[in-house]
């Protein structure tokens, strides 16, 4: 099947740094976890073989080397993201953690009974328990902000339901794991500080394929992981405004996060933002996230828009399948999802699998919303520059040979 597409030459001078490639896998699972780029592996493998040390701790030249390439790292995101200062940045394992370290580490200590908790219908569970465990645990009002019929958080409705002065975060993803709809953060932020509250940001969907000025957008907090933008796994990045990071406690205690601790149990913090990063951190990580952010600032000038008519031809090749109704925004930029009648989604992702084209199904951990809107679980393809014209194809066969198989 012939695919309306422009020219792949972006994706084949893309694909040809990804090992995975060679295996002909179809990886349209990018929402969940990007493949790594040689250019990743490769600087994590210099890392280990040649600058391995616990970093800020050692006074040999292992240990200043590897505290250089962590330190080096987050000065790179720092800049990635338009944050204001290096030490904005705080490594973590993940979005999962960045999350739960501002919410326990600044929320919960400061939410009172009769105080409002926002967060929108989409968010991914990792950016919907946290809240609603803080504010069910401090007397706070845990509240669902509603969608516009375009899968975008509803601001007007926030306007007018979220109570000025008590309403004191409004917790957002940038774009939805699920339907790709894309909130705008400046938008988010506006309207969360139009009330009195502050705007966390999950940038875990959009990081990879726009920019992002963290600090211009007027966000306090964002948060993303390293493994959906090309990264490795177990590296993440919670951004915080100064004053956020200032008042923050730290939730995990331990090595290399004090000044001094005495014998008693007194102790004095260090500074930002090493005091939240108590322990041996993962410093390869940090090393491959800054690689990552190296390729993403060197993908040909198409890369986007290659993206966007993928997402575009897969929606209009699978709307073309009788039976499938797409569940994703009309305007989404790299995630088309979608069911068919009578089938699982589970099915469609195995007789998808046969054909080598890896789709994630199911709840997405956006069980809200998938709930609410939908009704039941999905199938989710998901699209990064390495993406072909013929995957797309691949996926649109899959799932009419799906249909044949399952279908009633
Ligand atoms: C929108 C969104 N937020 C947060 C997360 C959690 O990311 P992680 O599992 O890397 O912590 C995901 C992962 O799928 C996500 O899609």
Redesign the pocket.
């Known amino acids: 099947m012939q695919v309306a597409h422009p020219d792949d030459g972006t994706a084949a001078a893309v694909r040809r740094g990804f090992a995975y490639a060679s295996r002909g896998i179809a990886w349209l699972d990018n ?3 990007t493949q790594r780029p040689e250019c990743v592996i490769a600087a994590m493998d210099d890392f280990l073989r040649h600058h391995n040390a616990n970093v800020r701790r050692g006074v040999h030249r292992l240990a200043a080397e590897a505290t250089a390439a962590y330190e080096g790292a987050r000065a790179e995101v720092a800049r990635f993201v338009g944050a204001g200062a290096a030490e904005e940045i705080v490594f973590t ?7 739960h370290l501002a919410v326990e580490g600044l929320v919960r200590p400061s939410l009172r009974p009769g105080d409002e908790v926002w967060v929108t219908l989409a ?5 919907f328990l946290p809240w609603a465990r803080a504010a069910r645990e401090t007397g706070a009002a845990f509240r669902v902000l509603p969608l516009r019929p375009d899968g975008r958080a509803d601001l007007d409705a926030f306007r007018a339901l979220a109570t000025p002065g008590r309403a004191r975060w409004l917790a957002a ?5 699920a339907t790709g709809a894309a909130n705008d953060p400046a938008a988010l932020a506006e309207a969360a500080h139009g009330v009195g509250a502050r705007l966390l940001l ?4 959009g990081i990879a394929h726009a920019p992002l000025r963290v600090a211009g957008a007027g966000c306090d907090f964002a ?6 933008m090309y990264g490795p ?1 177990g590296t ?1 990045v919670l951004w915080g405004r100064r004053e956020c990071l200032g008042a923050m406690q730290p939730v995990i205690l331990g090595g290399e996060m004090v000044d001094r601790v005495e014998a008693d149990g007194r102790a004095a913090w260090t500074d930002i933002p090493w005091r939240f990063e108590a322990g041996t951190p993962n410093a390869a990580g940090a090393v491959g996230l800054a690689a990552a952010i190296r390729w993403i600032g060197a993908l040909p000038p198409g890369a986007g828009d290659h993206v966007r008519a993928l997402a575009a031809a897969a929606r209009r090749a699978l709307a073309a399948i009788p039976g499938v109704t797409l569940r994703s925004a009309p305007d989404a930029a790299s995630i088309v999802s979608f069911t068919l009648d009578g089938v699982h989604p589970h099915d469609v992702a195995q007789a998808l699998d046969e054909r080598g084209v890896a789709v994630r199904a199911g709840w ?3 069980e809200p919303l998938l709930r609410t809107v939908v009704g039941g679980p999905v199938v989710r393809a998901s699209f990064a520059p390495c993406n072909t014209a013929a995957e797309v194809a691949a996926l649109a066969d899959g799932v009419r040979a799906a249909k044949e198989a399952f279908a009633p």
Not at 123 to 127: G, L, W
Not at 223 to 228: D, R, T, W
């Open positions: 929402a969940a976890t394992p993940g979005a999962t953690a960045a999350i968010e991914h569970h990792s950016n993803t940038w774009v939805s794991n999950d940038a875990s969907q948060v993303f992981s390293a493994h959906k796994t993440g997405l951990c956006a």
